[in-house]
């Protein structure tokens, strides 16, 4: 009896990770793994060997805990800002004032406590692709057994339906084809073989291996366990998926440069504001509760709970539009979008096979569009889009690929046809074109038939019609092989064999997979079934060609150009071919003609700065692995791109996570996907994300209005505060009436600004650079200039009310209502950075126009209500008074004004 520990001997194509195994004949195989190809492994090995690898699984992390994602909250400049304030305050007995930052700090925490709570579920959505059992042989007898108990050497049997468990070597395989989608990329089926591959080729092109999380699509087969657990291909997509810590957003990093901007604007207003109170004879404390409200004035306090509703309401909106935000910064991110790597299959096309055009000598055929029931397999009928049957060429065309068919079949009124992609699509084309297939097939009823292997390259069926016919479809080149005549016209003519194949060339040069057809009737009858030693037959008459293609979705294009028109490029990443890709990009218009694609073999021999380059000028990546398209992504982050990737399957994971933001297919997409991704498309659909990035950007231009509002009452509290103690005057407002401005006043306008309908250019101006600032040199040139204005204005109503002998706290409520009615005013000059005040209607946004009434009225009743009026410290208003704060708000909006103008002119 052979141990339980398997000791493999180098050989050529053994690697530094192990032996190549799809470049193994089938029989060493199993004599490096010690198996048996009929046997199996004993059970004492298979234990042995249980214990050595382990089990047949990806493992679990642990989430983060509670107490872990509340402690980050308060990671931020601003927070330790308002902790310091309240520290201070309590240390001077400030408690009202210590209160209300209090209060501010903890609805901050609960906030992004809430919105954090979410584990990262890719590696436990990875475990529902692999299948709890698998049918194996062991002790020469078939078991049932769990799959996370399959070891190396276990001898696995394959049929149609069945997810693969692990990585197998095939040993033995019949008409077996692989639906492996998830992994590569690929549309169609790949056929199985069991013969070796080169050493060289790639994950896609490994014909000899079957992979975990793969699923047969018809044929059976054996395989031996090569690679269970994080070994297989599955299980180093899940540990690169660890690996990948998602960046941080556009956001995050503009959020990161303002807080730190803020932060060193509190700093040097409260050491100059300490410095010059110290010199002019202030008491220390006094001067600390003047520090604090510096603090309180400068950090808007209101800007988490103002983000937070502007990017809900920015992921209710995109929710509207088909795209599911699982992360709230995501919606930002979108909009910041410079560069989009789109998965082909699936998001820039339909993810449905379809005859696009046929070929025979009396000259080709285009078909009409198919009925559009979305992806899948299975399709809907079709309306007719010919009343009268083919006949001629097309009509032998037609029925070899509805005869030569595996696809199920059934009336248009009856239900759906399910089956191989290529030959549902080939079903379909019978029908548009006028051929029912199920009463042809029942006129024609099959006597033998030969299924499609990987060996033979055809398939072909003898049928009764008045006598046996055999009819024929595979690879153009070898049923070239197989005939001797043409037909056209009615005629059987000599074979023209390259007149053939620059028609199959030129169909192929199209994107087009090709099939040729032939037939011939037969002299003597076939008995029913008999498949024994049958030979290739010979003798044929080709009939024609038919070229099908996965083709783009309605809509794609015009996205695309959207997308163009918004500074976005678009480049195609793609698990397919490079001719199929290059023809769909042409078709999207995807890049200058001729369009540039790189191959997974041309990105394998490429340096990190070497594609940094090439992706510079690509615009297709085609025949990609899961570690290429990873590749891809830091390479255009290393340009500086904001990228954001879109994916369906198992392979895409790293991708999604390491790209600033993931896109990920809702309907035909992977459990993987989804929860690696940012952004989620319920309808799979390129058409969606332009759309998306639309709202995305509307989500950052309420964020940047909302900001400036905020930070034009920061700078007009900073400047009142600091004039005011240097020219000897007292404290224009407390810590508390501060706060009340920043949270309750501003808070509730600011809030309302969120839900803008955004500006009517969005799509028209280049995307942000990464760089740019939450708000740009502009913006603070009208900030200060506003808030300098605020400033002087509110020491105007203070002076004005001490010279008319008023008391301290009729003083502060002059200037605190002065930056309350300015503020109200201001509020409509952010609605636009370009535009003037009056042509934002204000019908635009009615919440805002409510809410500013409400601000006022709230701010009002607290000036006559004495539990607001003692923690504020202010007094209500006079009526002279109110005449001059209606000249300090019309002044704002007139500087406002005048400065967007002479911006305008540059």
């Not at 209101?302 to 919606?331: D, E, K």
């Not at 006043?745 to 809030?751: A, K, R, Y």
Request: glycine share 8%; net charge negative.
């Amino acid at each position: 009896m052979v141990s339980g520990d398997v000791d493999v001997r180098p050989s050529e194509t053994t690697t530094d990770q192990g032996p190549s195994w799809h470049a193994l004949p089938a029989e060493e195989t199993v004599a490096l793994l010690e198996s048996s190809p009929t046997a199996g492994l004993d059970s004492e090995i298979a234990a042995a060997r249980l214990e050595r690898h382990g089990p047949n699984e990806f493992g679990q992390d642990e989430p983060r805990r509670a107490s872990l994602i509340l402690l980050a909250q308060f990671k931020s400049p601003l927070i330790y800002i308002l902790l310091v304030a309240l520290v201070v305050t309590i240390a001077i007995a400030e408690y009202t004032d210590a209160g209300v930052i209090g209060a501010v700090l903890v609805i901050n925490a609960v906030i992004g406590f809430i919105q954090e709570r979410k584990a990262d579920r890719s590696v436990h959505a990875l475990m529902e692709l692999a299948a709890p059992r698998s049918l194996v042989i062991r002790d020469a007898r078939e078991q049932d057994i769990p799959s996370a108990e399959l070891v190396p050497g276990d001898l696995v049997l394959l049929t149609s339906g069945t997810r693969v468990p692990a990585d197998l070597r095939l040993v033995r395989v019949t008409s077996l084809e692989v639906d492996e989608s998830l992994l590569t990329g690929e549309s169609s089926p790949v056929g199985k073989t069991d013969s070796p591959v080169d050493p060289s080729v790639q994950v896609t092109d490994r014909s000899s291996m079957a992979f975990m999380g793969s699923v047969v699509a018809s044929g059976r087969g054996r395989g031996i366990v090569v690679a269970t657990g994080l070994r297989t291909e599955l299980g180093g997509i899940a540990e690169s998926i660890r690996e990948q810590e998602p960046p941080p957003t556009p956001l995050q990093q503009r959020m990161r440069r303002f807080a730190n901007v803020i932060a060193a604007v509190v700093l040097a207003s409260t050491v100059v504001a300490f410095a010059v109170g110290l010199a002019l004879g202030e008491p220390v404390d006094e001067m600390f509760l003047t520090a604090v409200a510096l603090a309180v004035a400068v950090v808007p306090e209101g800007l988490p709970v103002a983000f937070t509703v502007a990017m809900a309401l920015g992921v209710h909106r995109m929710a509207q539009r088909n795209a599911i935000v699982r992360s709230l910064p995501a919606v930002e991110t979108l909009g910041s979008t410079d560069t989009i790597g789109s998965d082909k299959t699936g998001t820039l096309t339909t993810n449905r096979m379809t005859a696009r055009r046929a070929w025979t000598l009396e000259g080709s055929v285009e078909f009409g569009p198919t009925h559009d029931d979305g992806p899948g397999p299975a399709i809907e009928a079709a309306d007719r889009h010919h009343e009268a049957r083919p006949d001629g060429a097309l009509h032998d065309v037609l029925s070899t690929a509805l005869l030569a068919n595996e696809a199920e079949a059934v009336h248009p009124d009856e239900g759906t046809r399910r089956g191989d992609p290529t030959e549902v699509a080939l079903l379909e084309a019978a029908w548009r074109s006028g051929i029912d297939p199920v009463h042809h097939r029942a006129e024609a009823p099959v006597m033998t038939s030969v299924p499609f292997e990987s060996a033979l390259r055809y398939s072909y069926v003898v049928v009764d019609e008045d006598g046996p016919v055999l009819r024929l479809k595979g690879a153009p080149e070898r049923v070239l092989e197989l005939c001797a005549t043409m037909r056209a016209d009615g005629l059987d003519r000599p074979l023209d064999r390259q007149l053939v194949l620059d028609a199959a060339e030129e169909l192929a040069d199209g994107g087009l997979r090709v099939l040729a057809t032939a037939e011939r009737r037969l002299d003597a009858p076939v008995e029913r079934d008999d498949r024994r030693a049958a030979p290739d037959p010979t003798d044929l008459t080709l009939t024609g060609l038919v070229g099908l293609q996965d083709p783009a979705r309605p809509g794609a294009r015009a996205a695309i150009d959207r997308c163009r028109q918004a500074g976005i490029r678009v480049v195609m990443i793609t698990g397919d071919h490079a001719a199929t890709a290059c023809a769909i990009a042409k078709d999207l218009g995807l890049g200058e003609e001729p369009v540039t694609a790189v191959t997974g073999v041309e990105l394998e021999s490429m340096d990190d700065r070497e594609l940094q380059r090439a992706v510079h000028e690509a615009d297709v990546f085609a025949r990609v692995s899961p570690d290429h398209k990873l590749r891809i992504v830091h390479a255009l982050r290393a340009n500086d791109q904001v990228v954001a990737v879109t994916g369906d399957g198992v392979n895409d994971g790293p991708a999604l996570r390491a790209a600033d933001i993931g896109v990920a297919m809702g309907l035909g997409g992977t459990d993987v996907a989804r929860e690696a991704s940012d952004i989620v498309l319920t309808d799979d659909d390129f058409v969606s994300i332009a759309n998306a990035v639309e709202e995305g950007r509307v989500v950052f231009d309420n964020v940047r209005k909302v900001t400036y509002f905020l930070l034009s009452t920061g700078v007009a509290a900073i400047v009142a505060i600091i004039t005011s103690l240097a020219a000897g005057l007292p404290l224009p407002y407390v810590p508390a009436a501060l706060l009340w401005l920043n949270v309750v006043t501003n808070g509730v306008q600011d809030v309302a600004l969120a839900f803008d309908p955004g500006e009517p250019d969005a799509l028209d101006r280049p995307p942000r650079r990464r760089g740019e600032g939450i708000v740009d040199r502009v913006l603070w040139e009208r900030t200060v200039l506003t808030g300098v204005t605020m400033a002087v204005g509110s020491l105007w109503l203070l002076i004005w009310a001490m010279d008319a002998g008023l008391s301290a706290a009729e003083q502060r409520g002059a200037a605190l209502t002065t930056l309350v009615i300015a503020m109200a005013a201001h509020v409509y000059n952010a609605r636009s950075e370009r535009r003037s005040i009056v042509t934002t209607h204000v019908r635009g946004n009615l919440f805002l126009l409510v809410s500013t009434l409400v601000a006022l009225a709230i701010h009002l009743g607290a000036s006559y209500w004495a539990p607001t009026q003692a923690v504020l410290q202010i007094e209500p208003v006079t009526a002279p008074g109110w005449a001059r704060i209606g000249v300090v708000a019309v002044a704002v909006v007139l500087v406002s004004e005048l400065h967007k103008w002479l911006r305008s002119r540059h």
